[in-house]
């Protein structure tokens, strides 16, 4: 393996090894500090962040070591190809654990039992459910709320279920459907 490959891949597997060591620093120090703030969030600006360290360090050995412009091209399309992917896989794998919460409790209103919330036995509405993720997009900064009203704010969130929206007409050759409306 020559010196600009090696180089790479110990900047991808640095960038790699910082997401996980800055990740848990970020949880138990900022967001235990800041509970408004949205983990989800938190972690997948994060992932993003750390792309500017890489590619300047992907960049730095390409000129110290004098590789040619294409081929320093392509060593950083890679090293930001691998990186975004372990962070997305990443990100994931953080995120299920609040999934894991709420497919027990999902199962759980369907079988009629009742939900421990904040230490009481409760049943645990619809409505609760929704003002939660309402309140988790407002955090995120997805929606907006006036006099009771809710509007878009931002639209990554918007872009990736319509992205997905997409993919999945293409995939399975038919619409969705939601409340008998299609999209």
């Known amino acids: ?13 640095l960038a790699c090894v910082a997401l996980l060591v ?16 949205s983990p989800q969030k938190a972690t997948a600006m994060l992932g993003l962040a750390l792309n500017i360290p890489l590619i300047v360090a992907v ?6 070591l004098q590789v040619p412009v294409g081929e320093l091209l ?14 997305y896989s990443y990100f994931h794998f953080f995120n299920l654990s609040e999934t894991g ?7 759980q209103l369907q079988e009629g039992e009742q939900i421990v919330v904040n230490g009481q036995a409760s049943p645990y509405s619809g409505e ?17 709320e006036t006099g009771g009203c809710y509007r878009i704010d931002g639209r990554f969130l918007l872009g990736a279920a ?22």
């Not at 393996?1 to 597997?13: E, G, K, W, Y």
């Open 59 to 64: 960049s730095a050995w390409g000129l110290r």
């Open 101 to 107: 919460r709420r497919i027990r409790m999902l199962l």
């Open 162 to 183: 319509k992205l997905v929206r997409f993919i999945g007409r293409l995939t399975t050759g038919r619409a969705d459907t939601v409340q008998g409306r299609t999209a």
């Open 22 to 37: 800055l990740h848990a620093l970020m949880a138990r120090i900022w967001l235990a500090r800041n509970p408004h703030v």
């Open 74 to 87: 392509l060593a950083l399309v890679y090293a930001v190809l691998a990186f975004n992917s372990v962070a």
């Open 1 to 13: 393996m020559n010196d600009s490959r090696a180089a790479t891949l110990a900047c991808t597997i």
């Open 128 to 144: 609760v459910m929704v003002s939660q993720r309402l309140v988790r997009l407002l955090q995120m900064g997805q929606i907006g």
